[in-house]
């Protein structure tokens, strides 16, 4: 069973009817009792990284993603939630993050490319994991305005390029992360799903 | 590298298509879930529905429609047409579309941009901007309700503001060449996308697949959106796409 984490910010709608359309159970949820219950966890978000963190501060959300990620649970970040697992966002004003993956969340550097970084663009593969299993080298949906900078390229699984690289999937252990929507990437994006399902699933049996 | 993106635009009317539609091989051509399948295999990047109901009911209908679209499409899409407040964008949101787009409201209002984009962020405000060349202004002036109304607004000047108050892309209508299969108005367009950092979809006048290349190349455009030529089967996605590629440009 997933669950996906409901902080308030940002359109799980499309997320959960892409697991709808897959047929995976899931449940959304705001409480971390009902949370702890889901084999893995996925964070969607849209929106401010410095009102998203403010938000699972005060709800106490942050530790628990923390604890949770710790224990060995299988964790995917989209988007926003890809962002909030770093260690910090310059977005208004420095904010601190789940400091689950090392890096910074930085804004794109002025240049003659439109900001947000929105649209298809092509994924390139830096190291083998679970989640390209069956993907192929081929376009995802994009909508970002802030990058994160990693501090250590054993995190980078798949990066696109916009004027600089943009880390597209990361992860580390049970920790995952994709930039761009996997739910709303056509069937590419599906199958990264699907990747992360039996991944979660792998690891409950 | 980020491509260049084909947008297909549907006119929904009380849940059904309209505007003359020609499919074969669909069994029901008016079915929005079908057609916008039918466009996705075909390889859109993106679709946007523009709901022309004249009545509550028929607007009631259409999250319906969104939440049937949203349940089947693996790809973004838009819905516009009526949204005239943050009640109704949330609305069309929860049940699954990924942009809303405002026009006359976000003139009539443009605090309604701001509220849209600090609830659900930019990237779901999609601020639409019909256009037409004025003399007397030297430049292109803005029109509300359909195209019925003049505004004093100049376009580039509307665009900006509407970026600053939060928009995340502007779909822009060239009122001049809607219709008329002679090619997107080019000097707007590219009027527009040099002067705001968003993405700017153009839209009007596409009648060939030589006409989006000339919008990407000449216009500046990070999209193009068409209906006509891809309901009467005039082109397809496929074929433009293809067409673009031979001449260098990047698609999906």
């Known amino acids: ?205 | 590298m980020l491509t260049k993106r084909i947008i297909p635009c549907l006119d929904v009317k009380d849940g059904r298509v309209v505007k003359g539609i020609q499919f074969v091989g669909l069994r029901d051509a008016g079915d929005p879930v079908e057609l916008a399948t039918f466009y996705d295999r075909e390889g859109a990047d993106e679709l946007v529905f523009l709901d022309i109901s004249a009545s509550h009911e028929g607007r009631q209908t259409m999250v319906d429609v969104v939440r049937n679209v949203a349940a089947t499409l693996a790809i973004p899409f838009t819905v516009g047409g009526g949204i005239n407040s943050l009640e109704d964008m949330k609305r069309i949101l929860r049940a699954g579309a990924d942009k809303v787009s405002l026009n006359t409201a976000a003139l009539l209002n443009p605090e309604v941009i701001t509220e849209g984009a600090n609830y659900f962020g930019s990237q779901c405000i999609v601020v639409a901007i019909d256009a037409k060349y004025d003399e007397g202004l030297g430049s292109w002036r803005v029109f509300t309700h359909g195209g019925r109304n003049a505004t004093d607004w100049e376009v580039t000047a509307w665009a900006k503001e509407a970026v600053l108050r939060g928009a995340g892309e502007i779909l822009l209508t060239s009122m001049d060449s809607d219709g008329e299969k002679s090619g997107f108005n080019l000097a707007l367009t590219k009027a527009v996308s040099s002067a705001v950092s968003v993405p700017v979809i153009a839209s009007g006048g596409a009648g060939s697949a030589d006409h989006f290349y000339d919008a990407f190349e000449e216009g500046k455009a990070d999209a193009a959106l068409a209906a006509s030529i891809f309901h009467y089967k005039e082109t397809s996605v496929a074929e433009v796409k293809s067409y673009l590629k031979a001449r260098g440009v990047a698609v999906r």
């Open chain 1, 1 to 205: 069973m997933i669950g996906i984490v409901d902080y308030g910010m940002g359109n799980l709608f499309s997320v959960s009817k892409a697991l709808e359309r897959m047929n995976v159970p899931y449940f959304i949820s705001s409480e971390q009792e009902t949370l702890a219950g889901a084999d893995g966890l996925l964070l969607p978000g849209v929106g401010s990284f410095h009102d998203a963190m403010n938000i699972l501060q005060e709800t106490r959300l942050a530790q628990f993603l923390k604890a949770q990620a710790v224990s060995g649970k299988p964790l995917l970040g989209i988007c926003l939630g890809m962002q909030l697992l770093f260690d910090s966002s310059e977005e208004n004003g420095k904010t601190a993050g789940l400091g689950l993956l090392k890096g910074n969340v930085v804004k794109f550097p002025d240049s003659n490319l439109k900001v947000p970084h929105m649209g298809w663009n092509k994924l390139r593969f830096q190291q083998a994991s679970p989640l390209l299993t069956n993907v192929p080298e081929e376009f995802v949906y994009f909508v970002h305005s802030y990058y994160v900078k990693l501090a250590s390229e054993d995190t980078l699984i798949a990066s696109s390029n916009y004027g600089v690289t943009v880390p597209a999937v990361v992860g580390e252990g049970n920790v995952f992360g994709t930039q761009f929507h996997p739910e709303k990437s056509s069937e590419v994006g599906i199958t990264i799903l699907q990747n992360f399902v039996q991944l979660v699933e792998g690891v409950r049996v």
